[in-house]
């Protein structure tokens, strides 16, 4: 079946430092990514949305490429807030089927 | 407001007491689904629903029920829980076409659950 692999948090960073978070995927057929970030004691809610090879997703400074050949959809930001602080997560939608498949959760924590 | 709402937000109880977490949207979206999220393995999903009166297994739908009487509601029903299902508990909801035509889906709050 289909899965998502991030990188293991938690990531810490001073403010203004770059962001990069990992995201590999593996599905049948050419899935939809996403990223989401869920903020302390809030629900998910959606970052960017990629839904075919190449297509950039992007929000609120956030981008992500959704590149194929390497089956990955990296997370990554120029400069980070304390804002920013919170957990993010990878998703996949597969061709067939009505499921977000969700990566295992990165914790980010920016200090000032 | 357009939201998801979830109650209860916090529940203890102890093994084989049946409850009920309830679900609840006023966005009149016809997709809704429950997550549990638990530490290192994110969110897996439990069960979905394309519309009334259609319920649709997840990835982890063991010892879990759910019921989609009405558009705006989906109750999560325990019946008899278990320590195992000790976890942070999502509902979900999408407009019509559910997650396959539009990917996002809105989260309500969330519900923690321990089981004893």
């Known amino acids: 079946g289909d899965s998502v692999t991030q990188m293991e948090g938690p990531v810490t960073l001073s403010e203004e430092a770059f962001l990069t978070i990992n995201c590999t995927y593996t599905?049948?057929?050419?899935?939809?990514l996403f990223w989401y970030v869920q903020y302390p004691g809030e629900g998910l809610q959606l970052l960017l949305k990629?839904?075919?090879?190449?297509d950039k997703g992007s929000n609120k400074g956030f981008e992500a490429t959704y590149r194929k050949e390497t089956t990955s959809f990296h997370l990554e930001k120029g400069s980070v807030q304390v804002s920013d602080s919170a957990v993010y997560f990878c998703?996949?939608?597969?061709?067939?089927?009505?499921?977000?498949?969700f990566g295992g959760g990165t914790r980010l924590m920016v200090k000032p | 407001e357009a939201q998801v709402t979830q109650n209860p937000r916090y529940l203890i109880t102890v093994t084989g007491k049946k409850l009920t977490v309830t679900c609840s949207q006023n966005?009149?979206?016809?997709?809704m689904s429950w997550y549990r999220q638990d530490p290192g393995l994110g969110l897996r999903q439990i069960y979905y629903?394309?519309?009334?009166?259609?319920?649709d297994k997840g990835d982890v739908p063991e010892g879990y029920k759910v019921s989609r009487k009405e558009k705006r509601n989906f109750p999560l029903i325990l019946e008899s829980p278990s320590p195992n299902q000790t976890s942070l508990y999502f509902c979900?909801?999408?407009?019509?076409?559910?997650?396959?035509?539009?990917?996002?889906?809105?989260f309500g709050p969330g519900t923690r659950l321990l089981v004893l």
């Open positions: 979900a909801s999408s407009p019509s076409g559910g997650v396959q035509r539009h990917g996002t889906q809105y």
């Open positions: 990629a839904t075919k090879a190449d």
């Open positions: 599905a049948t057929g050419y899935p939809s």
């Open positions: 629903s394309m519309n009334v009166e259609v319920t």
């Open positions: 998703a996949s939608r597969g061709d067939a089927g009505n499921m977000l498949t």
């Open positions: 966005m009149n979206h016809e997709y």
